[in-house]
Protein backbone atom coordinates (compact mmCIF):
# COMPACT_ATOMS: atom_id res chain seq x y z
CA UNK A 1 0.00 0.00 0.00
CA UNK A 2 1.23 3.49 -0.94
CA UNK A 3 2.20 5.33 2.34
CA UNK A 4 -0.07 9.01 1.93
CA UNK A 5 3.03 10.65 2.96
CA UNK A 6 4.85 10.07 0.07
CA UNK A 7 1.48 11.05 -1.98
CA UNK A 8 1.15 14.19 -0.24
CA UNK A 9 5.09 15.11 -0.63
CA UNK A 10 5.02 14.46 -4.61
CA UNK A 11 1.94 16.89 -5.22
CA UNK A 12 4.06 19.47 -3.09
CA UNK A 13 7.30 19.30 -4.96
CA UNK A 14 4.93 19.17 -8.32
CA UNK A 15 2.86 22.25 -7.16
CA UNK A 16 6.05 23.93 -6.65
CA UNK A 17 7.59 22.83 -9.74
CA UNK A 18 4.73 23.54 -12.23
CA UNK A 19 4.94 26.84 -9.84
CA UNK A 20 8.43 27.52 -10.65
CA UNK A 21 8.25 26.98 -14.20
CA UNK A 22 4.78 29.04 -15.03
CA UNK A 23 6.68 32.11 -13.30
CA UNK A 24 9.75 31.37 -15.24
CA UNK A 25 7.65 31.31 -18.66
CA UNK A 26 5.75 34.66 -17.54
CA UNK A 27 8.86 36.70 -17.09
CA UNK A 28 11.04 35.07 -20.00
CA UNK A 29 8.25 34.41 -22.78
CA UNK A 30 7.31 38.31 -22.98
CA UNK A 31 11.22 39.24 -23.75
CA UNK A 32 12.13 35.80 -24.84
CA UNK A 33 11.21 36.14 -28.66
CA UNK A 34 10.32 40.00 -29.43
CA UNK A 35 9.10 40.74 -32.74
CA UNK A 36 11.39 43.55 -33.99
CA UNK A 37 10.79 43.15 -37.80
CA UNK A 38 11.00 46.48 -39.55
CA UNK A 39 10.93 49.98 -38.36
CA UNK A 40 8.22 51.64 -35.89
CA UNK A 41 7.71 53.57 -32.73
CA UNK A 42 7.47 50.10 -30.94
CA UNK A 43 10.81 48.66 -31.93
CA UNK A 44 13.00 51.27 -31.30
CA UNK A 45 14.88 51.96 -27.71
CA UNK A 46 13.96 55.65 -26.92
CA UNK A 47 16.52 58.05 -27.96
CA UNK A 48 17.43 59.30 -24.64
CA UNK A 49 17.95 57.23 -21.49
CA UNK A 50 16.26 59.71 -19.22
CA UNK A 51 12.91 58.73 -20.62
CA UNK A 52 13.61 54.44 -19.01
CA UNK A 53 14.53 56.74 -15.67
CA UNK A 54 11.65 58.82 -16.29
CA UNK A 55 9.15 55.83 -16.38
CA UNK A 56 10.75 54.90 -13.10
CA UNK A 57 9.71 57.96 -11.27
CA UNK A 58 6.37 57.42 -12.72
CA UNK A 59 5.85 54.38 -11.25
CA UNK A 60 7.71 55.47 -8.03
CA UNK A 61 5.60 58.04 -7.62
CA UNK A 62 2.17 56.01 -8.23
CA UNK A 63 0.88 58.30 -10.77
CA UNK A 64 -0.02 54.66 -12.50
CA UNK A 65 -3.40 54.89 -9.69
CA UNK A 66 -5.15 57.95 -11.62
CA UNK A 67 -3.91 57.81 -14.75
CA UNK A 68 -4.13 55.23 -17.57
CA UNK A 69 -2.14 54.94 -20.82
CA UNK A 70 -4.32 53.66 -23.79
CA UNK A 71 -6.45 51.78 -21.95
CA UNK A 72 -10.34 50.96 -22.98
CA UNK A 73 -12.54 53.72 -23.11
CA UNK A 74 -15.16 53.44 -19.87
CA UNK A 75 -18.80 52.42 -20.41
CA UNK A 76 -20.08 55.86 -20.02
CA UNK A 77 -17.94 56.95 -22.43
CA UNK A 78 -19.17 54.87 -24.90
CA UNK A 79 -22.65 55.39 -24.15
CA UNK A 80 -22.54 59.09 -24.99
CA UNK A 81 -19.57 58.65 -27.86
CA UNK A 82 -20.27 55.41 -29.61
CA UNK A 83 -17.54 55.55 -31.73
CA UNK A 84 -14.71 56.25 -29.15
CA UNK A 85 -11.61 56.14 -31.60
CA UNK A 86 -12.42 58.67 -33.77
CA UNK A 87 -12.18 60.72 -30.48
CA UNK A 88 -8.48 59.58 -29.66
CA UNK A 89 -9.23 56.73 -27.57
CA UNK A 90 -7.14 53.47 -28.06
CA UNK A 91 -9.80 50.61 -26.58
CA UNK A 92 -6.60 47.90 -27.66
CA UNK A 93 -3.11 48.49 -26.82
CA UNK A 94 -0.91 48.26 -29.54
CA UNK A 95 1.58 44.88 -29.39
CA UNK A 96 4.99 45.60 -27.57
CA UNK A 97 3.85 49.11 -26.43
CA UNK A 98 5.81 48.43 -23.41
CA UNK A 99 8.73 46.53 -24.82
CA UNK A 100 11.56 48.78 -23.16
CA UNK A 101 9.66 49.46 -19.96
CA UNK A 102 9.58 47.45 -17.16
CA UNK A 103 7.36 47.15 -15.09
CA UNK A 104 4.14 48.04 -17.35
CA UNK A 105 2.44 51.39 -15.53
CA UNK A 106 -0.91 51.05 -18.16
CA UNK A 107 -2.89 51.79 -15.27
CA UNK A 108 -6.16 49.95 -14.49
CA UNK A 109 -8.54 53.16 -13.26
CA UNK A 110 -8.77 56.89 -15.31
CA UNK A 111 -9.05 59.45 -11.95
CA UNK A 112 -7.30 62.07 -14.16
CA UNK A 113 -6.71 61.99 -17.83
CA UNK A 114 -5.05 59.70 -19.97
CA UNK A 115 -1.58 60.07 -20.39
CA UNK A 116 -0.55 58.42 -24.08
CA UNK A 117 -0.48 60.86 -25.71
CA UNK A 118 0.57 63.61 -23.42
CA UNK A 119 3.75 64.18 -25.30
CA UNK A 120 1.86 65.61 -28.54
CA UNK A 121 -0.41 67.82 -26.27
CA UNK A 122 2.40 69.81 -23.64
CA UNK A 123 5.55 70.49 -24.50
CA UNK A 124 8.46 70.23 -22.04
CA UNK A 125 7.75 73.39 -20.59
CA UNK A 126 4.24 73.18 -19.88
CA UNK A 127 4.89 70.08 -18.12
CA UNK A 128 7.28 71.61 -16.45
CA UNK A 129 4.82 74.18 -15.29
CA UNK A 130 2.33 71.41 -14.46
CA UNK A 131 4.05 69.40 -12.20
CA UNK A 132 5.26 72.24 -10.74
CA UNK A 133 2.26 73.85 -9.90
CA UNK A 134 1.39 76.36 -7.01
CA UNK A 135 -1.12 75.31 -4.77
CA UNK A 136 -3.37 77.27 -3.14
CA UNK A 137 -3.46 77.15 0.68
CA UNK A 138 -5.28 73.56 1.33
CA UNK A 139 -4.66 72.73 5.39
CA UNK A 140 -5.87 69.11 4.44
CA UNK A 141 -3.68 68.25 1.45
CA UNK A 142 -0.74 71.34 1.20
CA UNK A 143 0.56 69.57 -1.95
CA UNK A 144 -3.10 69.90 -3.80
CA UNK A 145 -3.72 72.77 -6.18
CA UNK A 146 -7.61 73.66 -5.44
CA UNK A 147 -7.93 75.79 -8.63
CA UNK A 148 -6.49 73.29 -11.62
CA UNK A 149 -7.13 70.03 -9.16
CA UNK A 150 -3.63 68.83 -9.88
CA UNK A 151 -0.87 67.78 -7.00
CA UNK A 152 2.24 69.43 -6.94
CA UNK A 153 5.57 67.72 -7.56
CA UNK A 154 7.41 70.68 -6.82
CA UNK A 155 9.37 68.53 -4.57
CA UNK A 156 11.10 66.15 -7.03
CA UNK A 157 12.99 68.62 -8.65
CA UNK A 158 15.34 68.97 -5.95
CA UNK A 159 16.20 64.99 -5.77
CA UNK A 160 18.98 64.19 -7.99
CA UNK A 161 19.36 60.80 -6.79
CA UNK A 162 18.81 59.10 -9.81
CA UNK A 163 21.69 56.37 -9.52
CA UNK A 164 23.26 55.62 -13.18
CA UNK A 165 24.88 52.40 -11.68
CA UNK A 166 20.94 50.77 -11.28
CA UNK A 167 19.89 52.18 -14.54
CA UNK A 168 23.11 50.64 -16.39
CA UNK A 169 22.05 47.66 -14.86
CA UNK A 170 18.60 47.62 -15.90
CA UNK A 171 19.27 48.29 -19.30
CA UNK A 172 22.07 45.26 -19.31
CA UNK A 173 19.31 43.05 -17.96
CA UNK A 174 16.81 44.01 -21.23
CA UNK A 175 19.79 43.47 -23.46
CA UNK A 176 20.35 40.26 -21.86
CA UNK A 177 16.55 39.47 -22.62
CA UNK A 178 17.33 40.51 -27.07
CA UNK A 179 16.08 43.67 -26.71
CA UNK A 180 18.03 46.29 -29.97
CA UNK A 181 20.11 48.12 -27.01
CA UNK A 182 24.01 48.29 -27.01
CA UNK A 183 26.55 49.15 -25.22
CA UNK A 184 27.22 52.93 -26.08
CA UNK A 185 23.25 53.14 -24.88
CA UNK A 186 24.34 51.48 -21.47
CA UNK A 187 27.37 53.84 -20.84
CA UNK A 188 25.34 56.72 -21.82
CA UNK A 189 23.17 56.73 -18.43
CA UNK A 190 25.76 57.94 -16.66
CA UNK A 191 26.75 61.24 -18.64
CA UNK A 192 22.80 61.38 -19.25
CA UNK A 193 21.49 61.02 -15.32
CA UNK A 194 24.18 63.09 -13.89
CA UNK A 195 23.43 66.24 -12.60
CA UNK A 196 19.88 65.56 -13.03
CA UNK A 197 16.61 65.80 -10.94
CA UNK A 198 13.90 62.92 -10.57
CA UNK A 199 11.49 65.78 -11.71
CA UNK A 200 13.15 66.16 -15.14
CA UNK A 201 13.40 62.66 -15.98
CA UNK A 202 9.54 62.58 -15.28
CA UNK A 203 9.00 65.28 -17.89
CA UNK A 204 11.38 63.79 -20.56
CA UNK A 205 9.13 60.55 -19.94
CA UNK A 206 5.91 62.15 -20.16
CA UNK A 207 7.14 64.61 -23.23
CA UNK A 208 8.06 61.16 -24.63
CA UNK A 209 4.61 59.53 -24.36
CA UNK A 210 2.99 60.43 -27.55
CA UNK A 211 5.57 62.07 -29.52
CA UNK A 212 7.26 59.59 -31.40
CA UNK A 213 3.67 58.28 -32.63
CA UNK A 214 3.40 61.62 -34.85
CA UNK A 215 7.39 61.02 -35.98
CA UNK A 216 6.82 57.45 -37.30
CA UNK A 217 3.24 58.24 -38.99
CA UNK A 218 4.86 61.44 -40.65
CA UNK A 219 7.60 59.45 -42.12
CA UNK A 220 5.93 56.54 -43.64
CA UNK A 221 1.96 58.26 -44.44
CA UNK A 222 2.82 61.38 -45.92
Known sequence: MKSPFNTVSSTVVTTILAGLLAFGASVVLPFGTPDLHGKHQYTQAPED?????????????????????????????????????????????????????????????????????????????????????????????????????????????DQYDLNPLAMSWKVRWLMNFGLPMNDPYQRSAFPRLEGKSRGEALVEYLNFLGSRQTGYEGEFYQ
Open 49 to 157: ILVLKGQEVYYQEGCQYCHTQGMRAEAWEIMRFSDVEKLGYFPAPAAQADLFFSPSVRGSRRIGPDLSHVGIKLDKAALTSLLQSNPFANPKNPQFDMKTGNHSYSYLF
